[in-house]
């Protein structure tokens, strides 16, 4: 049966796409406004700087990746305990929204207030894991925290489901720490942290990166770990500085093609100086 409906003129075709135009352009608008808004909550949640001692240097990196509103959880830190020594840590919250970068921000205020309670790594980790759970949120983060204490000279470190750090030595060793992880952050209550402790003799450097860093589509984490560990045990032999090995190593994340958030944290030390007092052999 024939329509009645009258054709529609050029004018009319011309009216409505720009109607279609004009909506096309708020939504964009509002959803540019949200990107910026998630990065710009997450940028303010990053530290301005990160404390060191005598002996030890310590760089982070961090970029963003978004695909929509593909920003959102990864960060770095690093404080001073009461004891003393230094706490850093690194993570990634799930999901990438503006909900993950406030969590994120809840993940590190946590770390920072309980480490006025405590000081051991695998603690600081649980005491977290509870309170994100007693504030009720459904979101989880991946966690490495490390200890640097610098009177003995070692460092000490707990993961909580996050990719494995690596370790470089001026000797010649380099490889990824393969030390017993628990659970994610936000999971489960009660969970425990091992800690493992690493005697620092000689010249060396830490690396802590994100899963973004390692993990793409054109490279699995273990290959993506292997490939930092390398770097690590080259930029170290060199006598690479924290901050160019920092950006070295994030350059492995622009060349994978990551769609997530990365960050490398870096802690570079110098050999014990000959008052530091070792505890028990560690990793």
Do not use: K
Request: some cysteine; aromatic content about 4%; hydrophobic content about 45%.
């Amino acid at each position: 049966m024939a329509s009645n409906r009258p054709a529609d003129t050029p004018d009319d075709l011309l009216a409505r796409l720009g109607s279609l135009t004009a909506e096309a352009r708020v939504r964009a608008d509002a959803h540019r406004t949200q990107v910026e808004l998630a990065l710009a909550l997450q940028r303010g949640m990053l530290p301005g700087g990160l404390p060191e001692v005598a002996g030890v240097t310590v760089a982070a990196r961090y970029a963003p990746a978004f695909a929509g509103l593909n920003v959102g959880g990864d960060w770095y830190d690093g404080f001073v305990l009461p004891d003393g020594s230094i706490g850093y840590s690194i993570g990634d919250v799930q999901g990438h929204t503006i909900e993950a970068a406030a969590f994120m921000g809840q993940v590190r205020v946590g770390l920072r207030a309980l480490g006025s309670v405590t000081s051991d790594p695998g603690e600081l980790l649980a005491r977290t894991n509870d309170l994100l759970l007693s504030l009720g949120g459904s979101l989880f983060a991946t966690c490495t925290m490390v200890r640097f204490d610098p009177v003995t000279w070692e460092l000490d470190s707990a993961r909580a489901g996050h990719v494995p750090m690596v370790r470089a030595t001026a000797g010649g060793r380099s490889r990824v720490v393969e030390d017993e992880g628990g659970l994610p952050l936000g999971i489960e209550p009660g969970v425990e942290y091992p800690v493992t402790r690493h005697r620092l003799t000689e010249r060396g450097a830490f690396v802590l990166v994100t899963d973004g860093v390692v993990e793409g589509p054109s490279l699995s984490v273990d290959e993506g770990l292997e490939q930092v560990a390398t770097l690590a045990g080259v930029g170290v032999g060199a006598a690479l500085g924290a901050a160019s090995l920092a950006t070295s190593v994030m350059r492995i994340a622009d060349s994978i093609g990551h769609d997530d958030d990365a960050a490398v944290l870096v802690i570079g030390h110098d050999a014990p100086p000959p008052g530091a007092a070792p505890g028990e052999p560690g990793g």
